[in-house]
């Protein structure tokens, strides 16, 4: 049987609809791709961690380590408690000096002050460095010398907070970029 020229042409397909498949499926394959939630890599434990996460637990003087205990169990017993502007009680949630004066009044039987400013104004030693912090200081952030915001220090590069609106009490690391450039001091009450 001879094919003529023909008839070749119309046995092989035409180089367009052999290519429309595979355009196809290559346009959904990057929709596919485009669609779906870019991967975070995954931080090594030194990127993950605070670079004071290495540094040895330390607590106030061996008097008050049992308060100081009792501090950091009741500080990190909240993590979670929803933040709310002006709360001071796990049932209502808490803003973050009704947090700390809800940690000391029942873990320390301290009375503090209701906001941050005046808990900074308060006796006690002042620690300009991190890495002078010992486990239960009060740790202030601001701007420009004006305190806006408190938390207790946990050790370990971290510090229990109530941060902001919509969000928990949590532990977040006291160098980390936001914190470290608005860290202002911390304050040793449990000496």
């Given at each position: 049987?001879?094919?003529?020229?023909?008839?070749?042409?119309?046995?092989?397909?035409?180089?367009?609809?052999?290519?429309?498949?595979?355009?196809?499926?290559?346009?959904?394959?990057?929709?596919?791709?485009?669609?779906?939630?870019?991967?975070?890599?995954?931080?090594?434990?030194?990127?993950?961690?605070?670079?004071?996460?290495?540094?040895?637990?330390?607590?106030?003087?061996?008097?008050?380590?049992?308060?100081?205990?009792?501090?950091?169990?009741?500080?990190?017993?909240?993590?979670?408690?929803?933040?709310?502007?002006?709360?001071?009680?796990?049932?209502?949630?808490?803003?973050?000096?009704?947090?700390?004066?809800?940690?000391?009044?029942?873990?320390?039987?301290?009375?503090?002050?209701?906001?941050?400013?005046?808990?900074?104004?308060?006796?006690?030693?002042?620690?300009?460095?991190?890495?002078?912090?010992?486990?239960?200081?009060?740790?202030?952030?601001?701007?420009?010398?004006?305190i806006s915001h408190v938390g207790v220090y946990v050790g370990?590069?971290?510090?229990?907070?109530?941060?902001?609106?919509?969000?928990t009490v949590r532990l977040d690391d006291i160098d980390g970029?936001?914190?470290?450039?608005?860290?202002?001091?911390?304050?040793?009450?449990?000496?």
């Amino acid at each position: 049987m001879r094919l003529s020229f023909a008839a070749l042409s119309i046995v092989r397909p035409a180089p367009c609809r052999v290519a429309r498949p595979w355009v196809l499926v290559m346009a959904i394959l990057l929709l596919a791709a485009c669609s779906s939630a870019p991967r975070k890599p995954q931080p090594t434990f030194k990127d993950s961690r605070s670079n004071l996460a290495n540094q040895p637990a330390r607590g106030p003087s061996e008097a008050n380590t049992g308060t100081a205990n009792d501090v950091l169990f009741r500080a990190i017993a909240l993590v979670g408690t929803p933040y709310r502007w002006g709360g001071n009680t796990p049932d209502s949630g808490f803003d973050c000096s009704g947090l700390v004066t809800y940690i000391y009044r029942n873990a320390a039987n301290l009375l503090l002050p209701r906001t941050s400013h005046e808990m900074a104004l308060m006796d006690g030693r002042t620690v300009g460095s991190m890495t002078d912090l010992v486990s239960g200081d009060l740790v202030f952030f601001g701007s420009r010398g004006n305190i806006s915001h408190v938390g207790v220090y946990v050790g370990k590069g971290r510090f229990v907070h109530a941060p902001n609106s919509g969000g928990t009490v949590r532990l977040d690391d006291i160098d980390g970029p936001y914190w470290r450039d608005h860290f202002t001091y911390g304050k040793r009450l449990l000496n």
